[in-house]
């Protein structure tokens, strides 16, 4: 018989090492599937545990937000009642209540935006709602 050196190489390593040096030990074949390996980090310990329960300490929470109300005034656009804030725009009044206005300069300049509002020639682009009862009439 005659053997190439590859197969001499391959007979000589299979003499000097038995088979079980090729096969997995019973020791490292255990069982694993039932062992738990703990999936969670504690790189902060406990310290994040309790960090977005309430407070207890802090008392009764209360409402978010004006504790009053906004200050609604009674407005009235060209004998219509219409929702207003104290302080709100007049454009932005007359906007919502779909009463046309023509703006030219929106600084107060022109006056083409001029309107009668509690008696008085106001400047729709400029001008506030007031705090109480306010009448508005457009020319």
């Known amino acids: 018989m005659v053997a190439t050196p590859k197969l001499a190489v391959i007979l000589v390593m299979m003499m000097a090492y038995p088979s079980s040096?090729?096969?997995a030990s019973s020791s490292s074949?255990?069982?694993t599937m039932n062992t738990r390996i703990p999936t969670q980090i504690d790189l902060f310990g406990n310290a994040?545990?309790?960090a977005f329960s309430n407070d207890d300490s802090l008392g009764k929470r209360e409402d978010?937000?004006?504790?009053?109300?906004?200050?609604?005034s009674d407005?009235?656009?060209n004998g219509t009642p219409v929702k207003a804030v104290a302080g709100q725009k007049v454009s932005q009044v007359m906007a919502a209540a779909r009463v046309k206005i023509n703006y030219s300069c929106k600084k107060g300049d022109?006056?083409?935006?001029?309107?009668?509002?509690?008696?008085?020639?106001?400047k729709?682009?400029?001008s506030v709602i007031?705090?109480?009862k306010c009448t508005i009439q457009t020319y």
């Not at 978010?64 to 609604?72: C, D, I, Q, R, S």
């Not at 022109?110 to 106001?122: A, K, V, W």
């Open 21 to 23: 040096a090729f096969q």
């Open 48 to 50: 994040m545990k309790n």
């Open 29 to 31: 074949t255990k069982n």
């Open 64 to 72: 978010a937000g004006l504790k009053k109300g906004p200050n609604v």
């Open 124 to 126: 729709a682009c400029t």
């Open 75 to 77: 407005v009235t656009v």
């Open 130 to 132: 007031p705090r109480g």
């Open 110 to 122: 022109c006056g083409t935006c001029e309107l009668l509002m509690n008696g008085r020639n106001e």
